[in-house]
């Protein structure tokens, strides 16, 4: 059975005078309040007492406190952890009596559930590092991840080579009129001078035919003048004859070859044989281009095997929960990866990987839940309870937000601060003209801007929510005042800088304003357009467009610090290439409306509530941030934990008033008090209905803080007036039977 926190006594610890928490046994348990209210000095106290000095908070003594602190916390294995004296000794008793220290706490405490933000807050490759180390495959998966980034990279490497050498070859020009193979210039040369031998050997031969010609024609001369050898000579001539007939025959059939295809060839050679080698460069880039392909594959294969070993190791370890698992070094639940898990599923995992690091450790301590809305802390309650796990948490309530929202023109900027809680707009540029909403006159000044904000902190003006549209013009009216105040022209006239410091401070009068307007209970919206600006990192080797505000540059860091929520509304634009090769251009398609809530490299944007990186932009996304009394009341949500018996009932928003019960008589043993009237609790801040009843009922203001602060909701000496509306409407108010029942239930015992 894990250990339980049973009951927790402080007293003088922090901002804590003294409270008594007696927490549900499993499921969650709130410490809600207002700002600077003790809530996360009772998560501190009980962080003390068990965890030990290095818990210790550095101002652990309340300011003003003449006693030293004082820490019981009871278990439900019956241990005592007891705190007390000037040095605030440890005392550590076990159910037997015997006495001990820090070492028996160490056994069943676990320290990451004394400080859950920090395994929150760890990098993600911590994170998965402790859930390995807890399921105990860490090294063999490990090694299996190495395998598979060193398959993976070299793939990738692969997959670059397969690309590059396709690109490659796509441009490569080929010639399917070119030979396969280069040519030779001396192959051709020397089929040249074949060919002009044989010619020569013809010549010779035509040659020796006129040498026959030139001696038919001298015999036959001869013969004139020889008649006398005629008949010798005829003979001599016939054969001479025969001869000549068939040197002629032989001569006629002789023909010459052409070398006029060589010469083409010879000149052109270093033409054909260029497109050649482009051919054969194409073919062979095909076929390396192929072959990375081919690897690539194999490689493909091998990472799927490896993944498949993988998820067999994941799938036969003991995880804290089912669809926990580590990829790519990095914690996943249900494929998400931590910044992208709602917030009910990161407590869920933070607490159950917590929870199997000491199985006897049955608790976890949560800070700051204001960020979840009602139905996520259900949720996660409920989780809780089947879990058996016991959650101690703290959250804001009723608080005011602080939001500041930009975006480029016409995006519908003014359209959604109209549906923050009852708006009224300070409108200085003029943009709610088409609006149905409530507006102040347009300020025509600085003065009358701030002598606006400050109606709206005085009461005068009745709205849940003060809405600036916009920042930007709201600035320049700031800036003129500035410059007529001076009697100059511009900020310029002030000299290098100065102007601009002038703007800063008077800007600054502004947030100080609506300061005081949060504080007097109303959210406050401001709106400012955006543009585009260059944007250079004191560690980069470049400037590059980002989105900022369109103020001064020494304005807007002031916003940026000042807001709860920084918001970037854009449209959501998507560039896809159209075409290939040289001529591809890039198109931009799309046009859907998002809010951006967390940094980016090409703007600013942050929120204090868990959002997700991108939401639409719609209201909707943030309307559970907006909680407090400038909300319109939420239906009441289920309790997140059973609650005791006796313990005050969850703040309901809808119930209405419980009829006044009839006086109980009085008791011989009980002390009652006398009774004050209704404007004298009304003159100490008590709400109208609540004084009436406590009124009716002799209920003094201490003993109404005494039952309060038994039951943890907020510190014994908070007055009823710093109660949140809420709180006392939908929790005193209307269960106002059980709550007198618990006034006079403690009447007999002494405060």
Not at 107 to 133: G, Q
Not at 141 to 165: N, P, V
Not at 625 to 631: K, M
Request: hydrophobic residues 40%; charged residues 25%.
């Amino acid at each position: 059975m894990s250990i339980k926190i049973t009951t927790l006594e402080a007293e003088n610890v922090k901002r804590i005078k003294a409270v008594a928490l007696t927490p549900a046994p499993t499921g969650l348990t709130l410490v809600g309040g207002n700002n600077n209210q003790g809530k996360t000095s009772v998560l501190d106290a009980l962080a003390w007492a068990l965890g030990g000095e290095k818990f210790r908070p550095n101002a652990a003594q309340r300011d003003g406190a003449v006693a030293p602190a004082h820490l019981r916390v009871t278990l439900s294995n019956g241990v005592v952890v007891e705190r007390k004296g000037k040095n605030a000794s440890l005392t550590v008793t076990d159910p037997t009596g015997r006495r001990s220290g820090q070492q028996l706490l160490n056994a069943f405490v676990e320290p990451l559930a004394l400080d859950l933000p920090r395994f929150m807050e760890a990098s993600d490759k911590e994170k998965a590092d402790i859930l390995l180390r807890i399921i105990g495959i860490g090294n063999e998966l490990h090694l299996r991840d190495m395998e598979i980034k060193r398959i993976y990279d070299k793939r990738t490497f692969t997959g670059q080579l397969a690309q590059q050498k396709k690109h490659f070859a796509d441009e490569l020009i080929s010639y399917p009129d070119a030979p396969e193979q280069p040519l030779s210039a001396s192959d051709l040369i020397r089929q040249q001078q074949d060919i002009l031998a044989r010619n020569g050997e013809n010549q010779r031969k035509r040659s020796q035919l006129a040498q026959l010609e030139a001696k038919s024609r001298t015999l036959a001369q001869r013969r004139e003048q020889l008649e006398a050898e005629l008949a010798h000579l005829t003979e001599e001539q016939a054969a001479l004859t025969t001869d000549l007939y068939a040197a002629r025959k032989s001569a006629e059939d002789l023909q010459d070859e052409s070398t006029a295809e060589l010469e083409a060839s010879i000149q052109s050679i270093e033409e054909t044989n260029r497109k050649v080698r482009a051919n054969l460069e194409k073919a062979r880039a095909e076929d390396e281009a192929a072959k990375y392909a081919s690897d690539y594959d194999k490689l493909t294969d091998a990472i799927e095997q490896k993944r498949k070993e993988r998820l067999a190791l994941l799938n036969g370890a003991d995880l804290p929960l089912p669809e926990l698992s580590v990829e790519d070094g990095a914690l996943t639940y249900k494929g998400k990866r931590w910044r992208d898990m709602s917030g009910s599923d990161q407590l869920r995992v933070a607490a159950a990987i917590v929870r199997r690091l000491n199985p006897d450790c049955g608790f976890v301590l949560l800070d700051k839940l204001e960020q979840m809305d009602m139905t996520t802390l259900e949720e996660f309650g409920h989780w809780l309870e089947a879990e058996g796990l016991q959650a101690i948490a703290t959250r804001i309530l009723n608080t005011p937000v602080k939001v500041v929202l930009y975006g480029p023109e016409g995006i519908g900027k003014s359209t959604f601060a109209s549906h923050f809680p009852d708006p009224v707009f300070i409108d200085t540029e003029g943009g709610t003209k088409r609006l149905n909403v409530a507006r102040l006159p347009q300020p025509t000044s600085w003065a009358m801007l701030l002598d606006e904000v400050r109606a709206v902190t005085r009461g005068e003006v009745s709205c849940g929510t003060l809405v600036i549209d916009t920042a930007d013009w709201a600035e320049r009216l700031a800036i003129d005042a500035i410059c007529a105040k001076a009697k100059v022209d511009g900020l310029e006239g002030f000299g290098y800088g100065k102007g601009y410091t002038y703007v800063k401070e008077e800007f600054g009068r502004l947030l100080d304003a609506l300061e005081e307007v949060l504080n007097s209970g109303h959210h406050v919206l401001i709106l400012a357009h955006a543009a585009i600006t260059k944007f250079e990192q004191p560690d980069a080797a470049g400037s590059y467009d980002r989105w900022t505000m369109k103020t001064t540059k020494q304005t807007e860091p002031l916003l940026r610090e000042w807001c709860d929520m920084l918001l970037f509304a854009n449209y959501q634009t998507i560039v896809e290439k159209s075409g290939s090769g040289p001529n591809a251009k890039n198109k931009a398609t799309g046009g859907k409306r998002v809010l951006y809530t967390t940094h980016h490299a090409c703007w600013d944007a942050k929120n204090r509530f868990g959002l997700p990186d991108e939401v639409p932009f719609d209201y909707a996304s943030i309307a559970h941030c907006i909680t407090g009394p400038a909300s319109a009341p939420p239906a009441a949500p289920k309790p997140a934990a059973p609650a005791e018996k006796d313990i005050l009932p969850p703040p309901s928003a809808t119930a209405a008033p419980a009829p006044q019960p009839k006086p109980q008589p009085e008791s011989p043993r009980e002390t009652v008090p006398e009774a004050l009237l209704t404007p004298d609790l009304m003159a100490l801040g008590v709400p109208e209905k609540l004084a009436a009843l406590m009124s009716a009922n002799n209920v003094t203001p201490e003993e109404l803080q005494f039952v309060v602060g038994k039951r943890g909701y907020f510190p014994e000496d908070m007055p009823i007036s710093d109660y949140p509306a809420d709180f006392v409407e939908g929790c005193l108010v209307a269960a106002w039977p059980q709550v007198l029942q618990m006034v006079l239930d403690n009447r007999d015992l002494p405060f």
